[in-house]
């Protein structure tokens, strides 16, 4: 079974540039996330998808982040500008359902982000 | 607001102890916690997880132990080998319909070290 697949791995902008990540995940999975880990810190939910819809993106800085799961499958997620605070890993997971007892969410390796 | 804390940012342990890896919890509303490992340049990948229904679960050489009283669960690892050398993450999810709709909450994380 594939995993998640992201790309790009890693990216290198200046401030107030915009970048865009993408991500597909496990076959069938229903719910797909992204998460925000700062160096040092654990990773911090930014959105959840249950097929194409929206879950939650209540930590998601609306003024700058977007984020679309189009027919329900692959997602991008979207910086625009940003910001030096933003460097960081963006990681993408998905489970086959929305998150219950015994749900496990599979991530992908992530995309470094270096804002400059 | 730290909902869960992993007090330890790293643990060194010689190859064949065991290590024990600790995590507490404020919100007594999680009802799942999870377990995930970390290598550099990786995603998190799922270790083992234990439902607030049970005290302990056991898989192989990892066990995670669950204290609803003191908010608090460990994770022992017996016997450690150089492999497990990562960053391990604690997470913890509360049931649908309550402020958390079932997402994950991280802790930061515990750098493991295991020596030959």
């Known amino acids: 079974e594939a995993g998640v697949a992201q790309s790009p791995r890693y990216k290198i902008i200046e401030k107030r540039q915009s970048v865009a990540f993408w991500c597909n995940p496990i076959s069938g999975h229903a719910t797909l996330y992204w998460y925000q880990q700062i160096l040092g810190q654990g990773p911090k939910l930014l959105i959840q998808f249950q097929n194409n819809g929206v879950v939650d993106d209540s930590q998601l800085p609306k003024d700058r982040f977007s984020a679309e799961r189009l027919k329900g499958v692959d997602s991008t997620l979207k910086i625009q500008p940003a910001k030096l605070e933003d460097s960081a890993v963006y990681l993408c997971?998905?489970?086959?359902?929305?998150?219950?007892?015994?749900?496990?969410?599979?991530f992908g390796p992530g995309t470094r982000l270096l804002v400059l | 607001d730290q909902q869960v804390k992993q007090n330890s940012p790293s643990l060194s342990v010689q190859e064949g102890r065991i290590s024990i890896l600790n995590c507490d919890y404020t919100n007594s509303m999680f009802d799942y916690f999870l377990w995930y490992k970390k290598y550099p340049a990786e995603g998190p990948t799922f270790l083992i997880s234990?439902?607030?229904?049970?005290d302990k679960n056991e898989d192989g050489r990892f066990t995670v132990f669950l204290n609803k009283s003191a908010k608090h669960l460990s994770l022992h690892i017996v016997p450690s080998q150089p492999g497990d050398s990562a960053v391990y993450f604690c997470?913890?999810?509360?049931?649908?319909?309550?402020?958390?709709?079932?997402?994950?909450?991280f802790g930061q994380g515990t750098t493991l070290q295991v020596k030959p």
């Open positions: 997470a913890a999810s509360a049931p649908r319909g309550s402020s958390n709709t079932g997402k994950l909450i």
């Open positions: 234990i439902s607030s229904i049970k």
């Open positions: 997971a998905s489970s086959l359902r929305h998150l219950g007892k015994g749900e496990t969410q599979y």
